[in-house]
């Protein structure tokens, strides 16, 4: 982990919501909500997000990421449109976009981009703390949102799963502690994302997955998030049936295109129907 995440007390959790806080701010100023609903009135329609979950037993969701705190620089020049196209042509149903900029190098523009070079649907992955950014996502074509219970209160998380359906985008609740899961059910939303990985010491914890879908209802669908390292990790984090897709973004990210499509097909044989 970058050493710069290793002083003080404040938690990498709270570190990028913080400078995200100011982020959105300088954008808001920028790019005037106003002026953004003009613009979004104009937008296609967007690809279904939860159909992927509907109709196929699982489903690989593949990441477009070039950093994180914990990992520092996974792949450093990328090409959006290869990437989006390798994903789809191995298998996977849908594609996450990292869009942070200061801690992962994301770009809002790489969700338009890969939808311009593959007919899946594409999740804005960032940490979304202000309903200016679910606007922004709908904006930038993404089709479905990711919105973390642990960086948002229990009646920001139902807003914003409200406001994002209102926009015609799928929402994505993603939960580490029971605490979370409180704030994901009381959303009514119907995808959950269990990410393995702690926000607040980015350690990975595969325990964590057991111990939530005790307490995870049985009308939800489920996805996991964060930890696989090599295929053989899917055997132990994957370990109900109702667990419905792995989002998978490291792993790929530092494969060429052989691999990703080798890695994708044996996880559809032997996860899909």
Known sequence: MDQKFR???????????????????????????????E???????????????EY????VIAEIKKKSPSKGTIKANISVKK?????????ARAISVVTDKKFFDGRLEYI???KRHCSLPILRKDFIIDEYQIYESRWARADAVLLIAAALEKKQVSQFVKKTRFLN?????EVHSGEDM????????????????????????????????KIMPRDKFVIIE????????????????????????????????????????????????
Do not use: H
């Not at 613009?39 to 979950?53: C, G, H, M, Q, V």
């Not at 196929?56 to 489903?59: I, L, P, V, Y």
């Open 226 to 273: 964060s930890g696989v390292q090599q295929v053989s990790d899917m055997d132990v984090i994957v370990n109900d049936s109702r667990i419905k897709g792995a989002l998978i973004g490291t792993m790929f990210m530092k494969m060429n295109e052989k691999e990703i499509k080798e890695s994708i097909s044996r996880i559809n044989s032997k996860f899909g129907s």
């Open 182 to 213: 409180a704030k994901a059910v009381s959303s009514g939303v119907d995808i959950i994302g269990i990410n393995t990985r702690d926000l607040k010491t980015f350690k990975i914890n595969f325990g964590a997955v057991k111990s939530l879908m």
């Open 112 to 114: 338009d981009e890969a």
């Open 169 to 173: 985008m799928t929402p994505i609740v």
């Open 7 to 37: 002083r003080g007390k404040m938690s990498i959790l709270k570190k990028i919501i913080k400078a995200k806080k100011a982020e959105v701010k300088l954008k808001k100023e920028k790019m005037p909500l106003e002026k953004m609903l």
């Open 56 to 59: 196929n037993d699982f489903s």
């Open 83 to 91: 990437i989006a196209e390798t994903y789809e042509a191995a298998g």
């Open 39 to 53: 613009e979004i009135t104009k937008s296609p329609a967007n690809r279904n997000f939860r159909d992927i979950f």
